[in-house]
């Protein structure tokens, strides 16, 4: 077993940390400062834009996407590294190198279930960083960790689908540049296989009937850097039937596809969270002073910094496997592992930037340092994309099956 990455990762990896530290880093306290002076805190900060541009100019654009026709043709196991360094500065790297969520989803469907229409009008322009996307499959009014509760209708008329529904926690939709959503819905609400009633239809933002109606909050936080939650209301909106993505009952199927890659991202991204805390923990704990010694000597702070150490050097290692898995028998084949990474990942690392923030005091939960946003945001991973509990059942029954 050869635990060292390739050539291509190990140079793609060198370029990135060097952009990393010349480019990203710096311009974190910039971004937060355009920020603050923007007439809409929805709006891109320049600095975002110039990050674009700089990526996309040393080829580091489209990472995320193994086709190599669409994006740079890296296999999971390639990107994962490449992930994980971006997860440092998870407001600013993703984004900058075109490889944020939802957007990374919305494309991979495009590219593998979208027409050449579609693709022409909608994954171009995703591709060349032009526009943002959102991807609405959640209710308020239903459990919708179960996809086959979702009671959004789109229904065939003429030569147009129409769409009623309302959906929340629309990752990216507060974000002007959010030009196009995806939607699922039931066209089959009655259909006798309950997987093959819902489908997936684009909807342009500037729909009439489509109204982002409020930004949802993250403990408290309105996540600007990622275009926000939005609650969207869809309200008798007409889209032509071309708009349907794959055949009429296929939605599931796509939802199924697109969460594969996706939870795996986020935990390579969640990794490089951890990596961060870590720096800023030891960094911290040899800087401060408490009762007479520096706090990195105190034995509670040095468990600390182990323990988390040694999570994610597994956690690393069962990411790593199961983008190795993913590549050699595909996602199917992957399910478990990639299940058991998007349990244990958000999990660990949320209890990795809880000991970091305790480490700073105060300045843990200030917004001086950037722990309290990244706690949040790691804290909501064990939600989105499938609560942890619906991991576990479907984990769980796979495994006893075995033994019935
Ligand atoms: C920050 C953030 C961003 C998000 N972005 C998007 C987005 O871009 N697009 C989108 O469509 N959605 C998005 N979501 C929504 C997310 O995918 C859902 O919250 C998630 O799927 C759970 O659905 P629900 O909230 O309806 O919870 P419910 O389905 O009501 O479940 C609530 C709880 O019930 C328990 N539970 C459910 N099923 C089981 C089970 N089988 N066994 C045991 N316990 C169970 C779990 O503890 C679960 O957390 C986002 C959520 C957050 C927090």
């Given amino acids: 077993m050869d635990f060292a990455f390739d050539a291509r990762t190990e140079e793609l990896r060198h370029r990135l940390l060097a952009f990393m530290d010349e480019y990203v880093h710096p311009a974190e306290r910039t971004a937060h400062e355009q920020r603050a002076a923007l007439a809409s805190p929805w709006d891109t900060p320049a600095v975002v834009e110039e990050l674009k541009a700089e990526a996309r100019r040393q080829g580091l654009w489209n990472l995320f996407l193994p086709d190599s026709e669409y994006g740079a043709g890296l296999t999971n196991l390639q990107y994962a590294p490449l992930a994980e360094i971006t997860g440092r500065s998870p407001q600013l ?221 597994q956690l690393r290692l069962l990411v790593l496997k199961t983008a190795w898995l993913m590549d050699t028998v595909g996602n199917k084949g992957a399910h478990t592992e990639i299940q058991a990474i998007k349990i244990a990942t958000p999990r660990t690392v949320v209890d990795i930037l809880d000991k970091a923030v305790q480490l700073h005091g105060a300045g843990g939960v200030s917004q001086d340092f950037p722990l309290a946003e990244l706690w949040a945001a790691a804290r909501t991973l064990r939600l989105a994309d499938g609560p942890d509990e619906v991991h576990q059942r479907s984990l769980a029954r796979r495994e006893i099956k075995q033994y019935l």
């Fill in 93 to 313: 790297a993703p984004t900058a190198l075109n490889c944020a969520a939802p957007d990374t989803g919305n494309m991979e469907v495009l590219a593998q279930f979208g027409d050449a229409a579609q693709k022409k009008q909608w994954l171009e322009p995703l591709l060349a960083g032009e526009i943002r996307s959102a991807f609405a499959m959640t209710e308020p009014e239903v459990a919708s960790s179960d996809a086959t509760n979702i009671e959004t209708r789109i229904e065939r008329d003429g030569d147009s689908y129409v769409i009623n529904g309302r959906k929340w926690y629309i990752s990216g939709a507060m974000n002007p540049l959010c030009r196009i959503f995806i939607v699922m819905g039931k066209t089959d609400p009655n259909g006798a296989d309950i997987r093959r009633q819902q489908s997936m239809i684009l909807v342009p933002r500037d729909a009439p009937g489509l109204t982002v109606t409020r930004a949802m909050q993250v403990y408290g936080y309105e996540d600007h850097y990622h275009g926000g939650h939005a609650e969207v209301v869809f309200d008798g909106v007409r889209v032509p039937a071309g708009n349907l993505i794959g055949e009429e009952g296929g939605g599931f199927g796509i939802a199924q596809a697109r969460l594969g890659p996706g939870r795996i991202h986020h935990c390579m991204r969640l990794i490089g969270m951890a990596e961060r805390a870590i720096e800023l923990m030891c960094r911290r704990a040899v800087g401060r002073t408490a009762f007479g010694k520096p706090l990195a000597q105190q034995g509670v702070v040095q468990e600390w910094i182990a323990d988390a150490r040694v999570a994610v050097e």
